[in-house]
């Protein structure tokens, strides 16, 4: 799956199959053409996700030596104070220039777990996704915010498809014909709340491509079993 320089993606996904089917050639891809990939987690997963790039064909271990692989927590990333989308760009231009200089560029993927405590409220996080299309656009980095369909409530699921240029569904990569970050940016506060119920996002998951289940949200089991 080919991502375009500076792309933001949103993958909503529902086990951890489909997970990592995105991000494991992601990061083995970066990596073998010399870019820095970040791995946003929970601690308790890393070792998790070192088995199963491994497994894939990636030199972990040579990877996180040499400082080309990494793997960062949620608090780490969002830090607790750091709840508004000003403190947010600071810090993700600090992690990106961080690196941007000693590699060809940056890949950027993973869960930062923005309703755990302290948590970010869906319309802070709306803006903030919206923002980071600024943050990223026309820079040596591509980066994929992943949502479980599964843990999330309607309302963050709704800010992810309404700020994501691009969304990963399913295993394909589509155009979003919801997009509409520079309207929230434009007339913030006004449009970053949300209604959306769980009937909402999966009529524009449908929309996306034409599918006609009874329930795309149906409960999976996150190991994918």
């Not at 993927?109 to 948590?119: A, M, N, Q, T, Y």
């Not at 026309?138 to 691009?166: F, P």
Request: with cysteine; hydrophobic share 35%.
């Amino acid at each position: 799956m080919h991502l375009e320089r500076g792309a933001h993606d949103g993958h909503l996904y529902r086990s951890w199959s489909e997970r990592t089917s995105v991000v494991l050639p992601f990061v083995r891809e970066g990596l073998e053409n010399g870019e820095h990939a970040m791995v946003v987690t929970n601690v308790s997963s890393y070792d998790q996700w070192r088995h199963e790039l491994q497994a894939f064909g990636v030199d972990v271990a040579g990877g996180e030596s040499r400082g080309a692989l990494q793997f960062v927590s949620g608090d780490e990333w969002r830090e607790p104070a750091a709840v508004n989308s000003i403190l947010m760009t600071r810090l993700a231009l600090g992690k990106v220039n961080g690196v941007l200089g000693e590699f060809k560029g940056v890949r950027m993927i993973g869960d930062v777990e923005w309703d755990l405590e302290p948590s970010v409220p869906a319309d802070k996080l709306c803006h903030w996704e919206a923002t980071a299309n600024l943050v990223f656009e026309e820079s040596d980095v591509r980066v994929i915010c992943q949502y479980d369909v599964n843990h999330y409530d309607a309302s963050y699921l709704h800010a992810a498809m309404r700020t994501h240029r691009s969304i990963i569904w399913d295993g394909k990569r589509y155009r979003n014909p919801h997009y509409e970050a520079s309207r929230i940016l434009e007339y913030e506060p006004a449009l970053n709340e949300s209604t959306a119920d769980r009937e909402m996002v999966e009529d524009l998951l449908r929309s996306l491509g034409g599918r006609d289940q009874d329930s795309l949200l149906a409960a999976t089991d996150r190991n994918g079993r």
